[in-house]
């Protein structure tokens, strides 16, 4: 049973922080990260992915991923109330389908 | 259209009845997942078709639910003698590749509601 772990939360954070999402994977074949956002009462949407082992920068988000330790993370540089939402870990095994831990639930404080 | 598209958006049924959920997926996409999403929980994964491979049917909570695809395109989700246990949002989602860069891209979702 390939399994993907996230800390449920809530997390909170003050406003202008860096907030920090992690995710744990246990299957080292595994190929390809996600992170996707999803609002309140809305549907998930990507916000950032990662192939190799490194960090990757768009915008105020990094992606980060250690395959050796088999995590992969993201940071929130400058929180705004505006980020607040269920953030989901995706990890891809080769041709097997998406699998998506259960968020964690991040608030910004202003 | 551009995106994943949902219909119905709303649906309220009496318990026991049948119902039928559609998703249409980005053109050319070859991955379509359905899953489940109860207030306030994660995403419960429903089933998986990939290409012309036999579909992941793993999680389909019981043998009410079932699912195709037709023409490698368009999907149906269809629950029988539907419970208030199987009111959620369903949600679709497509994606463009197989194996290692798999993004999937979710529609708006069904909201089913069982009375």
């Known amino acids: 049973q390939k399994e993907v772990e996230q800390n449920s939360g809530p997390l909170s954070v003050p406003e202008g922080a860096i907030a920090s999402l992690n995710c744990t994977y246990s299957?080292?074949?595994?190929?390809?990260f996600f992170w996707y956002r999803q609002y309140s009462g809305k549907s998930p949407e990507l916000i950032m992915f990662i192939y190799s082992n490194g960090d990757k920068e768009d915008g105020r988000f990094t992606a980060q991923l250690n395959k050796a330790s088999q995590y992969v993370s993201l940071l929130i540089r400058d929180s705004q109330p505006s980020d607040s939402a269920t953030y989901l870990c995706?990890?891809?095994?080769?041709?097997?389908?998406?699998?998506f831990g259960t968020g964690t639930r991040l608030t910004i404080i202003p | 259209g551009a995106g994943v598209s949902q219909s119905p958006s709303n649906k309220v049924t009496e318990k026991g009845k049948d119902v039928e959920l559609r998703c249409d997926p980005i053109s050319g996409h070859t991955a379509l997942y359905w899953y489940r999403q109860s207030l306030g929980q994660g995403l419960e994964f429903l089933i998986y078709?990939?290409?012309?491979?036999?579909?992941?049917k793993s999680g389909l909570p019981s043998d009410r639910f079932s699912a195709e695809r037709t023409g490698g395109s368009v999907s149906t989700l269809t629950i029988q003698r539907t419970q208030q246990e199987d009111s959620a949002v369903y949600l679709c989602?497509?994606?463009?590749?197989?194996?290692?860069?798999?993004?999937?891209?979710f529609g708006q979702g069904t909201r089913l509601t069982v009375v």
């Open positions: 989602a497509s994606s463009p590749r197989t194996g290692g860069e798999g993004e999937a891209f």
């Open positions: 995706a990890v891809h095994f080769g041709n097997e389908k998406l699998t």
């Open positions: 299957d080292r074949g595994s190929q390809s």
């Open positions: 078709f990939q290409g012309n491979s036999a579909p992941d």
